[in-house]
């Protein structure tokens, strides 16, 4: 069988069946399905005890500062929102703008908004 015809036939079960060779599968081969969770759940853990690295930040601005049309400006072109939105963030921080992004994006950001006259945290 090539690969193809599996993946034609995974497609027409049923979720009981699914079910079913996932089982034969992980007996078959003494392998678990729940392995990804189990790992991504110690991950977590070892994140406690400060081993892992964090991989994902928040950019959170704390104050607009003194010039706060320009910072709704950068709000805008950073977030895509509308200028009603953009206001309404911006009014009500502390708000988080971007959310699990990579460092360099998060600190670009911060570095956008601050050249604005926002305060910015990244956490």
Partial sequence: MTTQEI?????????LELNELVKAIEEEFGVTAAAPVAFGGAGAGAGDGGAAEQTEFDVILTSAG???????KVVREITGLGLKEAKEL????????????????????????????ASVEVK
């Fill in 7 to 15: 993946l034609e036939s995974v497609k027409n079960m049923t979720v």
């Fill in 66 to 72: 003194a010039s706060k049309i320009g910072v709704i």
């Fill in 90 to 117: 911006v009014d009500n921080a502390p708000k988080p703008i971007k959310e699990k992004i990579a460092k360099e994006d998060a600190d670009g950001i911060k570095a956008k908004l601050e050249e604005a006259g």
